[in-house]
């Protein structure tokens, strides 16, 4: 059973970063980070595997977001550059068993970002 904890998030302003961590307890094949903004549905942002270091990004983000794992410590890394008002979402981090772009079953509580104009 993987157990995934995210930390970071918080409010900053338009053209500032932020940094993510999830923390993953158990095996997974990847990782990616979610986000979720009000009346709009959950979308993926980025993912990496778990031991492959393969990653995807989603075209809005590419250039912007950097996903990282730190195998030590068994936690994955968001980095997000250049927010902008848009990038305002509840962030969630989340495990698959066998692909970087589905089957994510095991879920964080979520994080909140808010990116002021």
């Known amino acids: 059973q993987v157990q995934l904890v995210e930390s970071g998030g918080g409010l900053v302003q338009a053209g500032g970063s932020l940094r993510l961590s999830c923390a993953a307890s158990?095996?997974?094949?990847?990782v990616g980070w979610f986000r979720q903004a009000p009346g709009k549905e959950r979308e993926l942002v980025t993912a990496?595997?778990?031991?492959?270091?393969?990653?995807y990004y989603a075209d809005f983000v590419k250039g912007r977001f950097t996903i990282s794992r730190d195998n030590s410590k068994n936690t994955v890394i968001l980095q997000m550059n250049s927010l902008n008002p848009e990038d305002t979402a509840v962030y969630y981090c989340?495990?698959?068993?066998?692909?970087?772009?589905?089957?994510?079953?095991?879920w964080g509580q979520g994080t909140q970002v808010t990116v002021s104009s």
């Open positions: 989340a495990a698959s068993g066998y692909s970087l772009y589905q089957g994510y079953t095991h």
């Open positions: 990496i595997t778990w031991t492959g270091g393969h990653t």
């Open positions: 158990g095996g997974t094949f990847a």
